[in-house]
């Protein structure tokens, strides 16, 4: 196949190339010039100016994986995500409209409940494109040399600390970039348009996300079961002396997250993913040392 990446020097599109380079596959870049790197075997460049002049004969599908990510320190003007995510994706959907059988869109498990700038704007984008391309929402996308959100409970393991909410016995979903690769190329070939929520089989408790990296750091987690009632208390106290615990972060560390993979796996036929959950987090965890 003949794949166009958008956003192509990301960290999914660097690793969505390589992966479909050693499958055989060709890929063409379209992304902005300072993003550019001579180390992804992309056969084409394109920046956003030359998107009038891409030749779309031939490309057998588009990966449009280019955008503005979520804000964690929340700084981010709220219209620039709409001006990014949707202006993007109108202007590379309209212009291979038609001319391209597939367009796989990367939207994001947050536009399920849509109660941020991102999660609308990742929304207001698949109300676009209109039951016309392949959407995927992926849980949070973690693989070797990119952290996603796992910095925080890094820094934790890494330093030998406790961790203080182990009486919360929440889980989350996430997708190890390799399921992200197989999953695209699966979908390139032979995908129908409709929404794809895209996650790993099985969920991981911040616990046991605590336990691995430790592991990995060749050393025993620290959990600490402390009440829950003391520690809820300790994040009012935080929200009044701006402490890092504070009420909103205990309830981003301990909430549950799950999306769904079964319509994925079904219309592909697997019955699993390639990838188990613990062993791509390994693999994440084992390239921040």
Known sequence: MKILVT???GFVGT????????????????DIPKARRDDVPYKAFYSWDDLGNIDFSGVDAIVHLAGKAHDLKKVSDPQSYFDINVGLTERIFNAANGK?????????????????????????????????????RPAMIHGPGNK???????????????WPLAAFE????????????????????RGENGVYPIADDEMLSTNRLIELMAEACGRKARLWHLPKGLMRFAAKVGDVLHLPLNTERLGKLTEDSFVDNAALKKYLGWSQMPIRAEDGMRETLKSFL
């Open 7 to 9: 956003g192509a020097y």
């Open 148 to 162: 996603g959100n796992l910095n925080l409970l890094w820094g934790i393991a890494r330093r030998g600390f406790p």
């Open 15 to 30: 690793n969505l190339c390589r992966y479909l380079a050693e499958k055989g596959h060709g890929c063409i870049a379209l």
């Open 100 to 136: 391209v059988p597939r367009f796989v869109y990367f939207s994001s498990s947050k536009a399920a409940d849509a109660d941020t700038p991102y999660g609308k704007s990742k929304l207001a984008a698949e109300q676009f494109l209109n039951g016309r391309a392949i959407v995927l």
């Open 170 to 189: 929440n889980k989350r979903s996430f997708t190890s970039i390799g399921n992200i690769c197989a999953a695209v190329e699966a979908l390139c070939e």
